[in-house]
T-cell receptor
Framework: DARVTQTPRHKVTEMGQEVTMRCQPI?????VFWYRQTMMQGLELLAY????????DSGMPKDRFSAEMPDATLATLKIQPSEPRDSAVYFC???????????????FGPGTRLTVT | GQSLEQPSEVTAVEGAIVQINCTYQ??????LSWYQQHDGGAPTFLSY????GLEETGRFSSFLSRSDSYGYLLLQELQMKDSASYFC??????????FGTGTRLQVFP
């Protein structure tokens, strides 16, 4: 049963601390996405990768957020320093972008619920 | 700019049919997806329309009209477990998904 995994599931930290969230995409998927969900802003795309290369990180505050894919089985999202306004649920999703297929599905991980105090 | 509009809330009773509309204004439109999210859970894929017309998957159907920049999700034979938030999302030509603000569906007995 292939699924996207994320760690940690919950994180409580103090303002100013560094936070690292990890994601293992589904094996064989070539596209990985990071989303943030809050009540006020809904589901926002922060960054995404195709074949490990960053394609778009325009949704991410560059001064404190960074996203990387050190290898095909690991994507990371880092916040340094964290602020209370970063409190949200962060989802990782993976998919297989295939121009010859009319299907298109992103598989979401369970999310990391981040609270910054 | 990119924008998607869908109703914020819909209510219905068990066994009924409900339609959730979505209108969009986006550049680089490639297709329209629908996702379901239960409280505390992650979004899960329901359907995708890459072409105009109706796609049917069990009790759920989705429709797309590119000329009208419009789509809808149709849920039939509603069950209590269908109470959730439903998001339309535009797939762009760079394979991004831009999500709408979601429609909260409440199904009553």
């Amino acid at each position: 049963d292939a699924r996207v995994t994320q760690t940690p599931r919950h994180k409580v930290t103090e303002m100013g601390q560094e936070v690292t969230m990890r994601c293992q995409p589904i094996l064989g998927h070539n596209t990985v996405f990071w989303y943030r969900q809050t009540m006020m802003q809904g589901l926002e795309l922060l960054a995404y990768f195709r074949n490990r290369a960053p394609l778009d990180d325009s949704g991410m505050p560059k001064d404190r957020f960074s996203a990387e894919m050190p290898d095909a089985t690991l994507a990371t999202l880092k916040i340094q320093p964290s602020e209370p306004r970063d409190s949200a649920v962060y989802f990782c999703a993976s998919g297989l972008a295939d121009r010859f297929s009319m299907g298109y599905e992103q598989y979401f991980g369970p999310g990391t619920r981040l609270t910054v105090t | 700019g990119q924008s998607l509009e869908q109703p914020s809330e819909v209510t219905a009773v068990e066994g009924a049919i409900v339609q959730i509309n979505c209108t969009y204004q986006t550049s680089g439109f490639y297709g329209l997806s629908w996702y379901q999210q239960h409280d505390g859970g992650a979004p899960t894929f329901l359907s995708y329309n890459g072409l105009d017309g109706l796609e049917e998957t069990g009790r759920f159907s989705s429709f797309l009209s590119r000329s009208d920049s419009y789509g809808y999700l149709l849920l039939q034979e509603l069950q209590m477990k269908d109470s959730a938030s439903y998001f339309c999302a535009v797939r762009t030509n760079t394979d991004k998904l831009i999500f709408g603000t979601g429609t909260r569906l409440q199904v009553f007995p």
